[in-house]
């Protein structure tokens, strides 16, 4: 009869006889939980070695002998040699502690599982017949896919103190959510959300999850943060999870900062996961690299919502790229001062439209003629606007090609 227990390792003495690349990978996983590891074998890998240099695990190079059992509350027997695998078990047998056996689980009493994370859920699949790692490999992979993919309803069952999490969305396509992105989403009673581009994210959420948008809307003012603030915290004082997402990353121009603010004020416990930025993955997507080798060295993100600074303006003039959010309106402002700053007029720039999205759209220009043809193409946000070398039309088919060494 095998049942499968969730063993708490933290600062546990763990006893890993063999020092080849099945030990190693456990060396990897127990370090991971907090174990205190020690390996006892007379060659040992790279790779335990440099844990062994790091002062995470102890390491004795020399053959194993019975007494290197005591105090061990978990033995792994891994060396290539199934005699003293099974001879290390039967020690561990009499000293009743718990070992897998790697070259026969029949001769170990424990065996080993396959494990993945998500969230503050951990998901582990054992074999009760023969051994058979990939197999368990392969429906822990299907499971934790699963999982990941946000179409498993995660929400607590049991009521427990409530939470806010912080999710960024990334820029528009929602395959540019990061994983705990989409695991939180799974996980939420509540959705604050203030963006139509997330609600392609929203699809897969179940249909009694509050679904709170705090977004402008054509016929709405968006709702002042102030008020967002209580919603999230008031929502979490309730007992329930809070997802906050958010656009890009929570924290570029997003006021995820006040967010996360009134929620440690209020005593209300929160995450951020952070996300995919619109100011590097609308260029990006757009096929513009915001550095590249011989062209930029350095960027700066701004936003033009009020103009340009002198910080940006300096950069422009110096031929660093600049990315500025919310910039639209506030553009023939902008490049007048880049111009008066000293940004050559004929520095390339490109506006990104609905970057990420099937809506996407580019226009191109230079300094001296982009608000012209913004105005032609009639321009609308959201939009990124890159100035600088790396903006040029087919920049990186020339580039590539430049720099070899790339
Ligand atoms: C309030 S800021 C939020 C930025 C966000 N936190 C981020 O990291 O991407 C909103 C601005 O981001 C830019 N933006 C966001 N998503 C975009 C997209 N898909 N395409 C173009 N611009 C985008 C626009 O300049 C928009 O006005």
Redesign the pocket.
């Given at each position: 009869m095998t049942a499968l227990f969730g063993l708490d390792l933290k600062d546990k003495p763990i006893l890993i006889v063999g020092g080849g690349s099945v030990a190693s990978r456990r060396v990897r996983r127990f370090v991971a939980e907090g174990a205190r590891v020690t390996v006892v074998a007379p060659h040992i890998s790279d790779d335990i070695e440099r844990h062994a240099g790091h002062g995470d695990i102890v390491v004795h190079r020399r053959g194993v002998a019975p007494q290197d059992l005591d105090g061990a509350w978990f033995v792994l027997a891994a060396t290539d040699d199934p005699v003293l695998n099974d001879a290390v078990a039967q020690w561990a047998h009499e000293r009743q502690i718990w070992c897998i056996d790697a070259s026969d689980a029949s001769k170990g009493t424990a065996r080993q599982a396959a494990m993945s994370k998500h969230g503050d859920l951990g998901v582990g699949v054992i074999s009760l017949g023969a051994p058979d790692p990939g197999r368990i490999r392969a429906v822990r992979d299907a499971v934790a896919a699963h999982l990941d993919g946000g179409e498993v309803d995660l929400r607590r069952r049991r009521p427990g103190s409530g939470r806010v999490i912080l999710v960024?969305s990334?820029?528009?396509d929602p395959g540019l959510i990061t994983v705990r992105g989409r695991q939180a989403l799974s996980e939420a009673d509540v959705v604050v959300t203030d963006?139509l581009?997330t609600a392609e994210l929203l699809v897969t959420v179940p249909y009694d999850v509050d679904v709170v948008n705090v977004g402008k809307s054509p016929d709405r003012h968006p709702v002042p943060q102030r008020e967002i603030n209580s919603l999230l915290v008031g929502r979490a004082l309730e007992g329930k999870t809070v997802v906050r997402l958010?656009?890009?990353?929570?924290?570029?121009?997003?006021?995820?900062g006040e967010e996360v603010h009134a929620c440690i004020k209020a005593g209300v416990d929160v995450e951020v996961v952070p996300?995919?930025?619109?100011?590097f993955?609308?260029p990006a997507r757009a096929g513009i690299p915001v550095t590249q080798r011989g062209v930029s060295t350095s960027v700066l993100v701004t936003?033009?919502h009020a103009g340009a600074d002198p910080a940006s303006i300096a950069a422009m003039a110096a031929g660093a790229t600049v990315v500025?959010?919310?910039?639209?309106t506030a553009l023939p402002g902008i490049v007048d001062a880049a111009i008066a700053g000293g940004c050559d007029p004929e520095t390339p720039v490109a506006i990104?439209?609905?970057?990420?999205?099937v809506h996407?759209r580019v226009t191109h220009g230079v300094m001296a003629d982009i608000v012209r043809r913004a105005d032609e193409t009639d321009v609308k946000?959201?939009?990124?606007?890159v100035v600088g070398q790396v903006s040029q039309p087919g920049l990186l088919a020339s580039a590539v090609a430049a720099t070899p060494e790339l």
């Amino acid at each position: 009869m095998t049942a499968l227990f969730g063993l708490d390792l933290k600062d546990k003495p763990i006893l890993i006889v063999g020092g080849g690349s099945v030990a190693s990978r456990r060396v990897r996983r127990f370090v991971a939980e907090g174990a205190r590891v020690t390996v006892v074998a007379p060659h040992i890998s790279d790779d335990i070695e440099r844990h062994a240099g790091h002062g995470d695990i102890v390491v004795h190079r020399r053959g194993v002998a019975p007494q290197d059992l005591d105090g061990a509350w978990f033995v792994l027997a891994a060396t290539d040699d199934p005699v003293l695998n099974d001879a290390v078990a039967q020690w561990a047998h009499e000293r009743q502690i718990w070992c897998i056996d790697a070259s026969d689980a029949s001769k170990g009493t424990a065996r080993q599982a396959a494990m993945s994370k998500h969230g503050d859920l951990g998901v582990g699949v054992i074999s009760l017949g023969a051994p058979d790692p990939g197999r368990i490999r392969a429906v822990r992979d299907a499971v934790a896919a699963h999982l990941d993919g946000g179409e498993v309803d995660l929400r607590r069952r049991r009521p427990g103190s409530g939470r806010v999490i912080l999710v960024g969305s990334g820029p528009g396509d929602p395959g540019l959510i990061t994983v705990r992105g989409r695991q939180a989403l799974s996980e939420a009673d509540v959705v604050v959300t203030d963006r139509l581009g997330t609600a392609e994210l929203l699809v897969t959420v179940p249909y009694d999850v509050d679904v709170v948008n705090v977004g402008k809307s054509p016929d709405r003012h968006p709702v002042p943060q102030r008020e967002i603030n209580s919603l999230l915290v008031g929502r979490a004082l309730e007992g329930k999870t809070v997802v906050r997402l958010k656009g890009g990353d929570p924290y570029l121009f997003g006021r995820g900062g006040e967010e996360v603010h009134a929620c440690i004020k209020a005593g209300v416990d929160v995450e951020v996961v952070p996300g995919i930025t619109s100011a590097f993955a609308v260029p990006a997507r757009a096929g513009i690299p915001v550095t590249q080798r011989g062209v930029s060295t350095s960027v700066l993100v701004t936003t033009g919502h009020a103009g340009a600074d002198p910080a940006s303006i300096a950069a422009m003039a110096a031929g660093a790229t600049v990315v500025i959010l919310m910039g639209v309106t506030a553009l023939p402002g902008i490049v007048d001062a880049a111009i008066a700053g000293g940004c050559d007029p004929e520095t390339p720039v490109a506006i990104v439209e609905n970057g990420t999205t099937v809506h996407e759209r580019v226009t191109h220009g230079v300094m001296a003629d982009i608000v012209r043809r913004a105005d032609e193409t009639d321009v609308k946000p959201p939009a990124i606007i890159v100035v600088g070398q790396v903006s040029q039309p087919g920049l990186l088919a020339s580039a590539v090609a430049a720099t070899p060494e790339l």
